[in-house]
């Protein structure tokens, strides 16, 4: 049996802890400077029932990647640039049960595919300003002279021009809105022909 490369006592020493504690009732303490090592390391070969090493592997060996796992993950990750390292592994884990997040991250790693390439900026229509366009706003305003309740500022603009044509009324309804925009139309330079849009 091998022993560790920092073992504090030989596989004889151990048995010899083991008998004096067991058999003449030696205590730990007593062992611990008569072999010159701490009282817990002979605490820990007390109550062990071997004098050997455990094994130092790990409790969860670490899978081997194969190449047809990592073939399969970059092209998956090619294939859906946004998915990440836990939707990869339980899409790949029907067709490989080693799949998880942790191998999966490792061969992004690797591959230097774990950030998703930028999305493209989607493009903004931008709403035209020109001679087919108007504004209208509402404003209220406290009534004048004493009255009571509010009066309501309808104002058009024309966008080319600039032109405004606004009127006051003691109430907002949609047909007073409809009203003032169709006498506005009247007024404002010309929306739909062909040249220029003067007064």
């Given at each position: 049996m091998?022993?560790?490369a920092?073992?504090?006592l030989?596989?004889?020493?151990?048995?010899e802890?083991?008998?004096?504690?067991?058999?003449?009732?030696?205590?730990i303490?007593?062992?611990?400077?008569r072999f010159h090592?701490?009282?817990t390391?002979?605490q820990r070969?007390v109550?062990r029932?071997?004098?050997?090493?455990?094994n130092?592997a790990p409790l969860?060996?670490?899978k081997?990647v194969t190449p047809?796992?990592?073939?399969?993950?970059?092209?998956?990750r090619?294939?859906?640039?946004h998915h990440g390292?836990?939707?990869?592994a339980?899409e790949l884990?029907?067709e490989f049960?080693?799949?998880n997040r942790?191998s999966?991250?490792?061969?992004?790693?690797?591959?230097r595919?774990?950030?998703p390439?930028a999305?493209?900026p989607?493009p903004?229509d931008?709403?035209?300003?020109?001679?087919?366009?108007i504004?209208m706003?509402?404003?209220?305003?406290?009534?004048?002279e004493g009255?009571?309740?509010?009066?309501?500022?309808?104002s058009m603009i024309?966008l080319?021009?600039?032109?405004?044509y606004?009127?006051i009324?003691s109430?907002?309804?949609?047909?007073?809105?409809?009203?003032?925009?169709r006498?506005?139309l009247g007024?404002l330079?010309?929306f739909?022909?062909?040249?220029?849009t003067?007064?």
């Open positions: 091998k022993l560790h920092r073992a504090a030989t596989i004889h020493q151990r048995e802890v083991q008998r004096l504690h067991e058999e003449e009732r030696v205590s303490r007593k062992l611990a400077r090592v701490n009282p390391t002979i070969w109550g029932e071997a004098p050997l090493d455990k130092s969860h060996p670490r081997v047809e796992y990592r073939s399969a993950v970059i092209k998956y090619r294939a859906n640039p390292p836990i939707r990869i339980a884990k029907p049960p080693i799949a942790g999966v991250l490792r061969i992004l790693q690797e591959e595919m774990t950030r390439p999305r493209e989607r903004q931008k709403i035209p300003v020109g001679r087919h366009r504004q706003d509402v404003q209220q305003l406290p009534a004048v009255g009571k309740g509010f009066e309501y500022k309808i024309h080319r021009t600039r032109f405004k606004s009127e009324h109430e907002l309804r949609s047909e007073t809105v409809a009203a003032v925009l006498r506005g007024r330079p010309p739909f022909s062909s040249g220029p003067t007064p």
